[in-house]
């Protein structure tokens, strides 16, 4: 802090040390009362709650996911060595990838540690729910899962171009060039859906399938020279192997995909990819 204050001018100083002064209040006082203070999921408000509140709510999501499984301990040294021989295997017996490709994915065993789960409280509908972040940053997955999405998700962004609505303004001009077109009749009905805790539920088995389908349909039998095959095998470990610590507890992640993981959110868009085919039949 007062390294970053020396560049500052005379009245800088002042008001950096008041707000300091005015943070270390605020930190006594919540931890005297027992408060969190977390910014909420939408609008970058603040939210402050008695901490057994967010605990209650964080328990209350868990058994209501069903999607995580408490340990007695660490998974940390198995998941390193899970990956760590994944990619063993494939560089070095089979040369499946590049030297270079593989030193982007091997994890340092001196920077390598657990995933941790932290919540943002949802204030925009009258209940208030927790939305989950895990922060996967130096989790023994994560090269993996950022070495992965820079290929896929382009493919993606290629051929699906036409079906994910960005914002209001994309929305608009697809309604424009719909009505344009001449597609809009008495008859067409516009349908919306909330698609609630998808990262965290999306099937393992079925995500690779239709990842699968969607790179054989689009005629990909390699990406930037890596096997179908062998990116299965990836993308398998980045969504099986997640393991994280919550407070002073560990749990492992048993259906869906970490939110902090990067490969999951463009994992997550080619599944719904293969749901947004499926004909909707309205009686």
Request: proline share 4%; charged share 25%; hydrophobic share 40%.
């Amino acid at each position: 802090m007062l390294h970053h204050m020396a560049s500052l001018p005379f009245i800088g100083h002042v008001h950096a040390l008041r707000d300091l002064k005015t943070m270390k209040l605020i930190r006594r006082k919540l931890k005297k009362s027992q408060l969190l203070l977390r910014e909420t999921n939408k609008g970058g408000n603040l939210y402050v709650a008695h901490i057994n509140e967010f605990e209650e709510k964080a328990v209350e999501y868990r058994m209501k996911i069903g999607a995580y499984e408490e340990l007695s301990s660490s998974l940390i040294e198995d998941i390193l060595s899970k990956v760590t021989r994944l990619l063993n295997d494939l560089h070095v017996k089979t040369n499946q990838f590049s030297f270079q490709q593989y030193k982007k994915m091997i994890p340092s065993r001196l920077t390598v540690e657990l995933a941790f789960m932290y919540y943002n409280p949802k204030t925009d509908k009258n209940s208030i729910t927790l939305r989950t972040i895990m922060n996967t940053i130096h989790a023994a997955t994560t090269d993996i899962s950022r070495f992965l999405d820079p290929f896929i998700r382009p493919l993606f962004d290629i051929h699906a171009q036409s079906r994910p609505i960005i914002d209001d303004g994309h929305l608009l001009r697809q309604l424009e060039q719909y009505v344009r077109n001449g597609h809009l009749k008495s008859t067409t009905l516009f349908c919306t859906a909330d698609i609630t805790n998808l990262y965290t539920m999306l099937p393992y088995d079925e995500s690779l399938e239709i990842l699968e389908e969607f790179l054989r349909e689009h005629h990909y039998e390699k990406v930037q020279g890596i096997p179908i095959r062998v990116i299965l095998q990836l993308a398998h470990l980045v969504l099986k192997e997640t393991a994280f610590v919550d407070g002073n507890k560990f749990y492992r992640q048993i259906i869906g995909g970490a939110m902090g993981s990067p490969f999951t959110l463009t994992l997550a868009n080619i599944f719904m990819w293969k749901w947004e085919k499926m004909p909707f039949v309205v009686q």
